[in-house]
């Protein structure tokens, strides 16, 4: 693949992916929608079939989805002697750019997606927080402290079973990933709403702040920094382990 076709494909799977994702956050918390009050379990499926339906979109570039995976993915990699991405994509500062800089567009426009599609009942919506809600994670409690080992936890065990999964034998796929993100959100998304994803907390939270939707009051960017550090330093711990744990699985 070119570079062109990389930021594409990395474009268009996140794109689906945080439409998916916001758009079962939109039917469970807008008033008046068919899935409201579905439940948080609800929300955890139809986030893991977002990414279910992002990874097959995206599977030439290795379907990041993810600054975390990207940069996991690439001290994965390099710790294993292996210099590309994909054949004929190095692994450098400019291609690890590319492949964020595609997932944050690719997330803004997924987000601005599901505005469109749930425009009136955005309208109709009361809440500030519901609609806010719907683009960006927020803690439970607020202690910026835990609320980051939260989010670094949950994308630890993202990034390190992912870089397991493609060192077994069967290498697994989709599916695998998707029941994984399932399962992060049921077990360890109370504290956060479970970001496990920069470009999935930053891009939508810029649609909200961009976006003209009536009512929508603040985009919190006090809380912003914490889904865009604790999933990064989640990611970076889980590729520095993964190589050894994985002599262990194979």
């Known amino acids: 693949m070119n570079l062109l076709e990389i930021f594409l494909s ?12 916001t758009g079962v956050v939109a039917n469970v918390a807008l008033k ?10 609800m929300v955890n499926f139809g986030w893991g079939l977002g990414v279910f339906a992002g ?23 390099l710790l294993s002697g292996e210099q590309e991405f994909i054949p004929g994509v190095a692994i450098n500062g400019g291609t690890v750019a590319l492949y964020i800089s595609a997932q944050l567009l690719g997330a803004i426009v997924g987000a601005i997606l599901c505005w469109l599609a749930y425009k009136q009942h955005f309208d109709a919506e009361p809440a500030a927080g519901a609609k ?22 949950a994308t630890f065990v993202l990034v390190f079973v992912v870089l397991l999964f493609a060192g077994t034998p069967t290498a697994l ?17 109370g504290p956060t709403g479970y970001a496990i994803n920069p470009a999935r907390d930053l891009g939508p939270r810029i649609a909200h702040a961009i976006l003209p939707i009536k009512g929508k009051g603040s985009s919190d960017w006090s ?3 914490v889904p865009i550090v604790g999933p990064m330093l989640g990611g ?8 050894a744990v994985s002599l262990w699985v194979q």
């Open 10 to 21: 990395e474009f268009f799977g996140t794109a689906i992916l945080i439409l998916l994702g």
């Open 132 to 153: 806010l809600g719907v683009f960006a994670t927020g803690p439970a409690i607020r202690n910026y402290g835990w609320n980051l080992v939260s989010e670094v936890i």
């Open 55 to 77: 990874v097959y979109v995206a599977f030439k570039s290795g379907a990041h989805l993810n600054p975390a995976v990207t940069v996991g993915v690439a001290i994965n990699k």
């Open 236 to 243: 970076t711990i889980a590729a520095l382990l993964a190589p």
């Open 223 to 225: 809380y912003s920094w």
């Open 173 to 189: 796929g989709p599916l695998a990933v998707a029941l994984l993100v399932v399962g992060i959100g049921a077990s360890l998304g």
């Open 32 to 41: 008046g929608t068919k899935g409201f009050s579905g439940g948080t379990l």
